[in-house]
């Protein structure tokens, strides 16, 4: 039943045509507000959307992880694919902003939709060089989050355990930099 479940929800994403799964061009929808003029993003603009859901999903070796583990940290989110270009654009930026911040508490989380599995999404992880915890996505955790209907979609949580910032499509780094920043400091 979890795996119809899951499978259902993967094939209405792919009728939605994934359409996050644009160039970057295609400028990504985002819920936080616009830059200040300095450059920086407020914690102020960056409102509690809703609390983050709880959830427990299975690493790349099968092991649980979950969410109560980062309570504390400032954790990103990552809904994606190894097959989707957007998402695998911003994997680079990712993995720069694990080891630049990671110290500082933040998390970086890859939830894999692929549906080869783990030995896929494992080969892939391996190639690109990812540092940070990648678990493997189903229905329940899809449907917690809330709307997605495209990948890559991307939650920024802070140290409350709140959902701040919800991006679909790719981002410069720099720039949801400036997001993570506002809730690390």
């Given at each position: 039943m979890k795996t119809n479940r899951f499978l259902s929800?993967?094939?209405?994403?792919?009728?939605?045509?994934?359409?996050?799964?644009?160039?970057?061009?295609a400028a990504a929808e985002n819920t936080a507000s616009e830059s200040s003029s300095s450059?920086?993003?407020?914690?102020?603009?960056?409102?509690?959307?809703q609390p983050a859901p709880d959830w427990t999903l299975p690493d790349?070796?099968?092991r649980p992880v979950n969410s109560a583990q980062?309570?504390?940290?400032v954790v990103v989110v990552d809904f994606w694919a190894t097959w989707c270009p957007p998402c695998r654009e911003?994997?680079?930026?990712y993995i720069a902003l694990q080891e630049k911040y990671g110290k500082?508490?933040?998390?970086?989380?890859g939830v894999s939709l692929d549906r080869?599995?783990?030995?896929?999404?494992?080969?892939?992880?391996k190639k690109f060089g990812i540092n940070y915890p990648?678990?493997?996505?189903?229905?329940?955790?899809?449907?917690?989050f809330g709307d997605i209907s495209a990948i890559p979609t991307t939650f920024l949580i802070d140290r409350e355990g709140n959902i701040r910032d919800r991006k679909v499509g790719a981002l410069a780094t720099a720039e949801y930099e400036k997001r993570i920043l506002a809730l690390l400091k």
């Open positions: 929800s993967l094939t209405a994403l792919a009728l939605l045509g994934f359409a996050a799964c644009q160039p970057r061009e450059g920086a993003v407020a914690t102020a603009s960056l409102p509690v959307i790349l070796d099968g980062f309570a504390g940290k911003e994997i680079p930026g500082d508490g933040l998390v970086i989380i080869g599995g783990p030995a896929k999404v494992r080969d892939f992880a990648l678990v493997m996505g189903d229905s329940e955790a899809i449907a917690g």
